[in-house]
């Protein structure tokens, strides 16, 4: 896909339809495979993403908010998922840390859309697009996946 051409909502459905999680893939590959993938597609499809969902995937988003910030957060994570052997065996140096990045970043994604308060993930919101205001409610959907991560 094209990110100057495509939207977001075809980013989106074109990851949910191809990421796929191969038969032989580690349970922890596979766990956070689906997790994440699951979560990226909630989160893309979420009320708060309404006016970003039809832009191009380049075009600057018309709400940053926290439900954006995580997408992009949380489709990133994935795509690094994508860099590690699902087998997680014979890695190399470069797979190994992809697979830590993956670990801690799931982690704290985690954290970020579990915390109650506002709090670290307003301040990064804010501190990243220069912007703060209401924030979405995530809603249950979306805390059930993240209390399964």
Not at 51 to 65: R, V
Not at 121 to 145: C, N, R
Request: proline fraction near 5%; aromatic fraction near 10%; hydrophobic fraction near 40%.
């Amino acid at each position: 896909m094209d990110p100057y051409k495509n939207t977001r909502r075809e980013f989106a459905n074109g990851m949910n339809d191809t990421f796929s999680i191969p038969a032989d893939a580690a349970q922890a590959w596979k766990k956070y495979g689906e997790n994440l993938k699951e979560l990226t597609y909630k989160l893309a499809f979420h009320d708060a993403m309404k006016p970003n969902i039809d832009q191009t995937y380049m075009t600057l988003a018309a709400s940053k908010n926290k439900v954006y910030f995580m997408w992009d957060f949380v489709a990133r994570t994935l795509s690094t998922l994508g860099s590690v052997p699902p087998t997680l065996q014979g890695m190399s140096a470069q797979e190994k840390e992809a697979w830590s990045d993956v670990q801690s970043r799931t982690e704290m994604s985690k954290s970020l859309i579990l915390d109650t308060n506002a709090g670290m993930l307003d301040m990064m919101v804010s501190s990243t697009y220069g912007q703060s205001g209401p924030s979405p409610a995530f809603g249950e959907e979306i805390l059930a996946l993240a209390r399964r991560m």
